[in-house]
């Protein structure tokens, strides 16, 4: 019943911005981390960012400055705002959720990211 649905990816050129939503339905994630994930072919999947359910915010090293992830409790959906985006960033983009802070118990369909040079 619990789902993530993904959405907002894309084709962008380098220096571009997408916006990527996650709705969660089945269940509301109050006292939830949410939390993005990204994969590129051929490379593990990597920590992006994370947000708790008072807004305290983690981001990676990689992308701190250039995205910035929030929440709307009201929707039960997750954002992240990717600007100034690189080549780099090319990935496909999860969703997850969970009640701990290094386990995620739900996870997305994932959102195709390709940023051009």
């Known amino acids: 019943q619990v789902q993530l649905v993904e959405s907002g990816g894309g084709l962008v050129q380098a220096g571009g911005s997408l916006r990527l939503s996650c709705a969660a339905s089945?269940?509301?994630?109050?006292?939830?981390?949410m939390n993005w994930f990204r994969q590129a072919p051929g490379k593990e999947r990597e920590f992006v960012s994370r947000?708790?359910?008072?807004?305290?915010?983690w981001y990676a090293d990689s992308v701190k400055g250039r995205f910035t992830i929030s929440r709307d409790n009201a929707k039960n959906t997750v954002y992240l705002q990717m600007n100034s985006l690189k080549p780099e960033d090319t990935a496909v983009y999860y969703c997850?959720?969970?009640?701990?802070?290094?386990?995620?118990?739900?996870w997305g369909q994932g959102t195709q990211v390709t940023v051009s040079s």
């Open positions: 997850a959720v969970g009640q701990q802070l290094g386990r995620s118990d739900y």
């Open positions: 947000i708790n359910w008072i807004g305290v915010t």
């Open positions: 089945g269940r509301t994630f109050s006292r939830d981390y």
